[in-house]
């Protein structure tokens, strides 16, 4: 009696809301029997509101009469489960209600067997005709009993044919922006977890490449990039990376600036030269910023601001030591070479440039000295002229004074392998030397020819006889 009850209450709850529903048939039954059914505890709603009495209450007995669906609708008393009934031990009210059979709410929370042992299209509703091919249990995807929508395919073990579901029908196929590709899915796309990060293969691909990248379908060209309407492909000739991009500068002779301002495109260098000139005034070549020729038309001064070694070239390592500007001595701003030095107010120190590699040294031939070069060259103009300061030399005048060095012996000088200074007592001229005849006592006729040394005078006796025969070293008189 208490289960009884327990279940009227339960079946109570669940179907007051009907009640309204089937009052008239309540009321006609009770208008014909004058029998209140809702005193026992078990009202007569739905399809028992018209049930005959006799097929509940058997024979006419009232007494025992039971309350739960299933000691009724066993197959014997009232209809049972059909053969085809989903396999369960729940009571028929847990999914019937009293309306009929047919209107079923099955309680999933309660469900203890595999899903297709009622969803196989008879007993429940089963995989609709555009199901994804499968021969996997229900449950390893539909993790929801309460809507089949709500779907997780385990793509585990799946590396080809992602198009026989992901056709937009099965499930989710290309969105509209889609790159136009006949070629498989997962050719792209590597992940089967996400549709993100596919990696288009892009082998074989030479042109056409805006057709993708504009930006919707790929990525385009970003905000900086060089303002151009050519292909993709004329300056990028990687697949893999739009780095490195080669632009074409052909035909283009003005405007660099326009992409070359450190931004879209390298522009100055931290040290280049300052100035306001198109790149293209210095810069001739397209393909290296290197070999740049500028133009000094007009420069006569500051050139030390570009030359100083950074900006361009300066002083090699052996320049003169000075600090005058360049332009003091160097006069053409087409080449470093022929510079003229202004010697004005150098009286000392000439050898400090005069060196053979700063400045033009002592030639091969020059005087053997130690002398600084101002004590023979007076002229900071030329090196000819110079006046040998002889004081003190009393000896070895022939180290210098042998025609090439210095002047040497004249074609008619005496012959003779004594030292200059044997007979030559002066530094300052070569005239009035005093040969010293000691030792001599023959072949003085050898000079004593009237081209060497004098001769004998027109009244001299006519002889054959050498001089010596006569005459002495000392005079000519005897």
């Not at 609709?128 to 073990?157: I, R």
């Not at 030591?321 to 000439?350: D, L, M």
Request: hydrophobic letters at 25%.
């Amino acid at each position: 009696m208490k289960a009884a009850k327990i279940f009227a209450a339960f079946f109570f709850v669940h179907v007051c809301a009907l009640m309204a529903l089937f009052s008239s048939s309540v009321e006609a039954q009770q208008a014909v029997t004058g029998f209140d059914h809702r005193q026992t505890g078990f009202p007569l709603l739905g399809a028992h509101a018209s049930a005959d009495c006799e097929s509940c209450h058997v024979g006419g007995q009232f007494k025992g009469t039971p309350y739960k669906c299933s000691l009724c609708h066993n197959g014997s008393r009232a209809t049972g489960k059909p053969n085809g009934h989903p396999p369960t031990s729940e009571n028929c009210e847990a999914c019937h209600s009293a309306s009929g059979w047919s209107q079923t709410r099955y309680d999933h929370r309660e469900a203890n067997a595999p899903c297709m042992s009622c969803h196989n299209g008879s007993v429940a509703r089963g995989k609709p005709s555009n199901h994804v091919p499968t021969t996997q249990p229900c449950e390893a995807c539909h993790k929801n009993t309460l809507m089949f929508t709500a779907t997780s395919f385990d793509h585990s073990g799946i590396t080809t044919g992602c198009a026989s579901c992901h056709n937009g029908s099965t499930a989710r196929g290309k969105p509209v922006t889609h790159v136009p590709t006949a070629a498989a899915c997962e050719t792209c796309h590597r992940s089967t977890l996400t549709f993100a990060g596919a990696r288009f293969d892009h082998s074989g691909t030479t042109s056409g490449c805006a057709t993708c990248h504009n930006g919707t379908t790929a990525t385009g060209k970003p905000q900086g990039h060089v303002q151009t309407s050519q292909a993709c492909e004329t300056c990028h000739k990687s697949t893999t990376t739009f780095a490195g991009a080669a632009f074409n500068h052909s035909g283009i002779t003005s405007g660099c600036a326009t992409c070359h301002n450190g931004t879209t495109a390298t522009g100055k260098p931290q040290g280049h030269v300052q100035t306001s000139q198109a790149c293209e005034t210095c810069h001739k070549s397209t393909t290296t910023f290197a070999g740049a020729a500028f133009n000094h038309s007009g420069i006569t001064s500051g050139c030390a601001t570009c030359h100083n070694g950074t900006t361009a070239t300066g002083k090699p390592k052996g320049h003169v030591q000075t600090s005058q500007p360049c332009e003091t001595c160097h006069k053409s701003t087409v080449t470093f070479a022929g510079a003229s030095f202004n010697h004005s107010g150098i009286t000392s120190g000439c050898a400090t440039c005069h060196n053979g590699t700063t400045a033009t040294g002592k030639p091969k031939g020059h005087v053997q000295t130690s002398q600084p070069c101002e004590t023979c060259h007076k002229s900071t103009v030329t090196f000819a002229g110079a006046a040998f300061n002889h004081s003190g030399i009393t000896s070895g005048c022939a180290t210098c004074h042998n025609g090439t060095t210095a002047t040497g012996k004249p074609t008619n000088h005496l012959p003779t392998s004594q030292p200059c200074e044997t007979c030559h007592r002066s530094t300052l001229t070569f005239a009035g030397a005093q040969m010293s005849h000691t030792g001599i006592v023959s072949g003085c006729a050898t000079c004593h020819n009237g081209v060497y040394a004098r001769g004998k005078p027109n009244d001299h006796p006519r002889t054959s006889a050498p001089c010596e025969q006569c005459h002495n070293t000392r005079s000519w008189d005897r």
